[in-house]
């Protein structure tokens, strides 16, 4: 069963909280819109999509226990907060630019521009156990 809209809804919740929060901070809208941090973030979310997709049976696994599925979007959330009142703007922009990443990544595999996950690494899925090949 895909877990896509849920999962959805919990980034753009933990966007909307680190968004908001940033925003309330000085100079939030400059530290928050450096390019290098966000760009960082959205290959962050392309490196963990791609293992996701490598090893689909271990990220299933995995990301079916409930605290997984809870506690990574409000353990990212609270990091982020926690780390960015220590720091700039940084840290914020990290998580935003890998939530925009995954939210992209998301609409191409649901609009059919790129394939589904489980097609990006060829044999896996079908019939070989070691999916090496």
């Known amino acids: 069963m895909s877990t896509r809209l849920t999962d959805s809804v919990s980034a753009a919740g933990v966007a909307l909280v680190v968004w908001v929060a940033r925003q309330r901070g000085e100079s939030a809208a400059r530290e928050t819109a450096d390019a290098a941090p966000f760009f960082l973030g959205v290959i962050a979310a392309a490196a963990i999509e791609l293992a996701f997709a490598r090893w689909p049976e271990r990220a299933a696994r995995l990301w079916r226990r409930p605290a997984v599925r809870v506690g990574s979007p409000v353990g990212l959330a609270v990091g982020t907060l926690l780390a960015s009142r220590r720091r700039d703007g940084a840290p914020s ?41």
């Open 93 to 133: 922009a990290v998580v935003l630019g890998g939530l925009a990443g995954y939210a992209a990544l998301l609409v191409g595999i649901v609009s059919g521009v790129i394939p589904e996950p489980a097609s990006w690494f060829g044999s896996r899925g079908r019939g070989d156990p070691d999916g090496d090949g």
